[in-house]
């Protein structure tokens, strides 16, 4: 079979797809292909007068929307005012081993970007949502450990890159159990995740592991990073799919539906994050 490459996109016209983190990187790749197949693509950014230039000359439907995913009263905000129903949420923004620091709710700042906020997001548009939410996670969620009870590292010695992976298998718990709450609703809507391999963007900038970009043969370009991202989005994929690169441990490749680790696939531990992220957010 013939790899899935974002030529194969259906048509999306009629389609409303809101992608956080849009104005970069795999996000832009994402919304620019999202776009070029008709769909009416919502960037949610930090930034709007960056992602204004991104998208500009772009073939396609844009419209771009103020949203800093790390703030909880950003989040509330954005789906208080958004519009009418969409058909895909792509929860893509995130960082990646960065120092140290708090959001304006006092929540660790990568913890919130990464998870905390898509988790808030999601919740509170999903009862406007038709057909999917795509959730991005990275394969570091295979090496993540989380604590129940310090979910937002004050009480455990912060590390950047600790961080970043709990905070990732999260992300993969996260799905698994908002689909058992979609099944158990009798809900069409799925929730997937998508992770793009190692792909070469500005999200390793802050880490000692930024020199996996110049190792050509463990990274591809963010052209197919977005891929996984892309397919998720818009093939019949079951719900809580877990799709990457089909390479070598899902480093680089084309899409493909594999496993996450077997802690991103315990229902009970997915159950009590749930359920400790909702005590900590509310």
């Not at 929860?91 to 708090?102: E, F, L, Q, S, T």
């Not at 592991?209 to 197919?224: I, K, M």
């Amino acid at each position: 079979m013939a790899p899935w490459t974002a030529d194969q996109l259906p048509n999306l016209t009629g389609k409303t797809v809101v992608i956080t983190g849009a104005g970069a990187g795999i996000g832009l790749v994402t919304t620019r292909e999202l776009g070029r197949a008709g769909a009416h693509v919502v960037l949610a950014v930090r930034d709007a007068g960056k992602a204004r230039r991104a998208v500009s000359g772009m073939r396609g439907d844009f419209e771009i929307r103020h949203l800093d995913v790390s703030d909880l009263d950003s989040v509330r905000e954005f789906a208080r005012t958004f519009p009418g129903d969409l058909d895909i949420l792509i929860n893509n923004a995130g960082v990646m081993d960065i120092p140290a620091a708090r959001t304006a709710q006092g929540l660790d700042l990568q913890t919130a970007t990464n998870y905390f906020g898509p988790f808030l997001l999601t919740n509170l548009l999903l009862p406007r949502i038709t057909d999917r939410v795509v959730t991005v996670s990275s394969q570091l969620h295979r090496f993540g450990k989380l604590a129940l009870d310090d979910l937002d590292w004050r009480t455990r010695t912060y590390n950047g890159l600790a961080v970043y992976e709990s905070s990732k298998l999260a992300v993969v718990l996260f799905s698994l159990e908002l689909q058992r709450r979609l099944t158990a609703a009798g809900s069409h809507v799925r929730s997937v995740v998508a992770h793009p391999g190692v792909a070469r963007t500005g999200l390793v900038s802050h880490s000692p592991l930024g020199f996996v970009n110049r190792l050509p043969f463990l990274v591809q370009d963010a052209e197919r990073g977005a891929l996984p991202l892309l397919y998720a989005a818009t093939q019949d994929v079951p719900g809580n799919a877990y799709v990457g690169p089909d390479g070598l441990f899902s480093f680089t490749g084309y899409p493909l539906v594999r496993r996450p680790s077997r802690a991103g696939q315990d229902p009970a531990v997915a159950r009590n994050l749930w359920q400790a992220t909702e005590a900590l957010i509310s």
